[in-house]
């Protein structure tokens, strides 16, 4: 064997250890902080646990508890139901999107005011918004009373806490949308305008047949993204309505879950309905990818 070909030879091992060690870090996390609590709640949602003693296997029993249990139904048709906020916010974000692509002055000053509440503590944003829904002497009552309207007690009616809660929700993300709609919009083609100007397209066609199509990636990003986070509403519910609000009209499923899991220490039961819950998100993700691949186009 030749010099050169030692060299090589020790050159190429010292770069496989060295992609060796590269690799390992992310895998090592994924087996420890993902693959590992993943295969465990599996596992633990066939056991009786209370997280302080042994998992004691008990088969279907959870879940079939799960399938019995009207307050597991009526969290997870709040947390569907909350979810209405996701097109409202989508569509609010477009509109805001497109005043704020327009070379207007104030322009910079309003995109910051627009952004501030994304970047927000939500636990902050949460205690704000329950003051302001005070039916003494909150905010919201205080503006409607200007209009002579009586405004209701907003988180301590089942009639209004839910729209209440999408409300706050719609504010919170409206920023995070409308800038990835603002650079989305800065990105298309000024030519395609132009040529559909040409052709005689109006205003109204050109956004229904240029501007809707070429949003689509960040509407589908959006759309599952928001559908994602939605499904886990948590901290603004524990804050502004810490008892599943009245009636249990607030109470969304990971709250439920939190509240079987530590409040009562059925931790067992808890992880089944994680698991119900990661399966349902997965499947509707995968429904979403599916209609996206099918509903795809280019421009050549």
Same mark, same amino acid.
Do not use: C
């Given at each position: 064997?030749?010099?050169?070909?030692?060299?090589?030879?020790?050159?190429?091992?010292?770069?496989?250890?060295?992609?060796?060690?590269? *690799?390992?870090?992310?895998?090592?996390?994924?087996?420890?902080?993902?693959?590992?609590?993943?295969?465990?709640?599996?596992?633990?949602?066939?056991?009786?646990?209370?997280?302080?003693?042994?998992?004691?296997?008990?088969?279907? #029993?959870?879940?079939?508890?799960?399938?019995? #249990?009207?307050?597991?139904? %009526?969290?997870?048709?709040?947390? *569907?139901?909350?979810?209405? /906020?996701?097109? @409202?916010?989508?569509?609010?974000?477009?509109?805001?999107?497109?005043?704020?692509?327009?070379?207007?002055?104030?322009?910079?000053?309003?995109?910051?005011?627009?952004?501030?509440?994304?970047? &927000? &503590?939500?636990?902050?944003?949460? *205690?704000?918004? $329950?003051?302001?829904?005070?039916? #003494?002497?909150? !905010?919201?009552?205080?503006?409607?009373?200007?209009?002579?309207?009586?405004?209701?007690?907003?988180?301590?009616?089942? +009639?209004?806490?839910?729209? +209440? *809660?999408?409300?706050?929700?719609?504010?919170?993300?409206?920023?995070?949308?409308?800038?990835?709609?603002? +650079?989305?919009?800065?990105?298309?083609?000024?030519? !395609?305008?132009?040529?559909?100007?040409? #052709?005689?397209? /109006?205003?109204?066609? %050109?956004?229904?047949?240029?501007?809707?199509?070429?949003?689509?990636?960040?509407?589908?990003?959006?759309?599952?993204?928001? @559908?994602?986070?939605?499904? %886990?509403?948590?901290?603004? @519910?524990?804050?502004?309505?810490?008892? /599943? /609000?009245?009636?249990? &009209?607030?109470?969304?499923?990971?709250?439920?879950?939190?509240?079987?899991?530590?409040?009562?220490?059925?931790?067992?039961?808890?992880?089944?309905?994680?698991?119900?819950?990661?399966? !349902?998100?997965?499947?509707?993700? +995968?429904?979403?990818? $599916?209609?996206?691949?099918?509903? $795809?186009?280019?421009?050549?």
């Amino acid at each position: 064997m030749s010099t050169t070909t030692v060299r090589r030879s020790r050159l190429h091992r010292r770069e496989h250890l060295a992609a060796v060690a590269f *690799i390992a870090a992310p895998v090592l996390g994924f087996l420890i902080f993902i693959a590992y609590p993943l295969i465990f709640a599996v596992y633990a949602s066939f056991t009786k646990w209370n997280g302080l003693s042994e998992p004691v296997f008990n088969g279907l #029993d959870n879940y079939v508890e799960m399938f019995n #249990d009207r307050y597991f139904w %009526q969290a997870m048709g709040n947390t *569907i139901f909350m979810m209405i /906020g996701i097109p @409202i916010g989508l569509l609010l974000s477009l509109l805001l999107a497109l005043a704020l692509n327009r070379k207007m002055r104030g322009t910079t000053f309003f995109r910051t005011v627009y952004y501030v509440p994304v970047i &927000s &503590s939500l636990a902050a944003v949460a *205690i704000l918004w $329950q003051w302001a829904y005070n039916g #003494d002497f909150g !905010l919201v009552n205080q503006v409607l009373a200007i209009f002579g309207i009586d405004g209701p007690n907003w988180l301590q009616d089942a +009639a209004t806490a839910k729209p +209440a *809660i999408i409300i706050m929700s719609v504010w919170k993300g409206l920023g995070f949308s409308m800038l990835l709609y603002l +650079a989305a919009l800065q990105s298309v083609p000024r030519h !395609l305008y132009e040529a559909a100007a040409i #052709d005689g397209a /109006g205003t109204f066609a %050109q956004f229904r047949h240029i501007t809707v199509p070429m949003l689509k990636p960040v509407t589908f990003f959006l759309v599952v993204t928001s @559908i994602i986070g939605g499904a %886990q509403i948590f901290i603004e @519910i524990n804050i502004m309505t810490p008892t /599943g /609000g009245p009636e249990f &009209s607030t109470a969304s499923i990971v709250w439920y879950i939190w509240q079987k899991a530590f409040n009562y220490l059925q931790m067992g039961y808890a992880t089944s309905m994680s698991v119900v819950l990661g399966i !349902l998100v997965f499947i509707v993700t +995968a429904i979403q990818f $599916q209609m996206n691949r099918r509903s $795809q186009f280019s421009i050549e």
